[in-house]
């Protein structure tokens, strides 16, 4: 699953990756949880859009937990996702995302080259509140020794599909990304506090600066 994540890119580096104008106040986050605001990039009819929207959905019948993730597997068969899958597609603005593996050991992955991270995601407006979740996939097998799950993350060639394309399109798109791709190493227990957001939390614990550093961390895990 994913659920937390950082965001940490500038105005300047999300106009020169999706062309859009940032006209909000944006500052980085490294602790984005389930019911915050985060920096999503949506299609509104001819135009790509770079808006703010809340982390999550409220299940029926007063269940007081949220939806946060939707499985790629079905999310265009299941009927709180469906309409979002065929009509409403996003990209989620991350730059890497958090993980926990027993016992309770958070994780930071991220891209190997540090870029933006677009995460998949699909996008509801119910009544005056923007609001999304982020799709996942199986992990990969590497990453599995982490957690069975994980988001699925867009390539940049990738982006103008899913935002725009036919639902087949969108499909196609829903593949495990490899764990080539990232890199990953053990970071502070904070993280786990919803409150707690700066930027030392995606310090690498003492020993795992190499993992950290690596272009691609093959079979090391420990």
Not at 13 to 37: C, D, K
Not at 112 to 138: H, K, P, W
Request: one cysteine or more.
């Amino acid at each position: 699953m994913c659920g937390r994540f950082t965001s940490t890119a500038t105005p300047e580096e999300l106009m020169r990756r999706f062309g859009v104008i940032i006209t909000e106040n944006l500052r980085p986050r490294w602790n984005v949880a389930p019911s915050q605001s985060a920096t999503v990039i949506i299609r509104d009819g001819l135009h790509t859009e770079a808006i703010s929207a809340k982390w999550g959905l409220r299940h029926a019948g007063g269940n007081k937990s949220m939806l946060i993730n939707a499985r790629m597997e079905t999310a265009n068969e299941k009927p709180t996702f469906s309409g979002a899958f065929l009509h409403s597609r996003c990209i989620v603005v991350a730059s890497g995302w958090y993980e926990w593996s027993a016992p309770k050991t958070p994780w930071h992955i991220k891209l190997c080259n540090g870029g933006v991270l677009s995460m998949a995601g699909l996008f509801f407006r119910l009544g005056a509140q923007s609001r999304f979740v982020i799709l996942t996939s199986a992990a990969d097998q590497k990453l599995k020794k982490i957690h069975h799950r994980q988001p699925l993350v867009l390539g940049a060639g990738d982006e103008e599909n899913w935002l725009n394309g036919s639902a087949d399109q969108a499909s196609a798109l829903c593949k495990v990304t490899p764990a080539s791709r990232f890199n990953w190493y053990r970071v502070s227990p904070d993280v786990g506090k919803v409150a707690v957001d700066h930027p030392d939390l995606i310090t690498p614990l003492k020993g795992d600066e190499f993992l950290a550093a690596k272009d691609n961390q093959g079979d090391l895990f420990y």
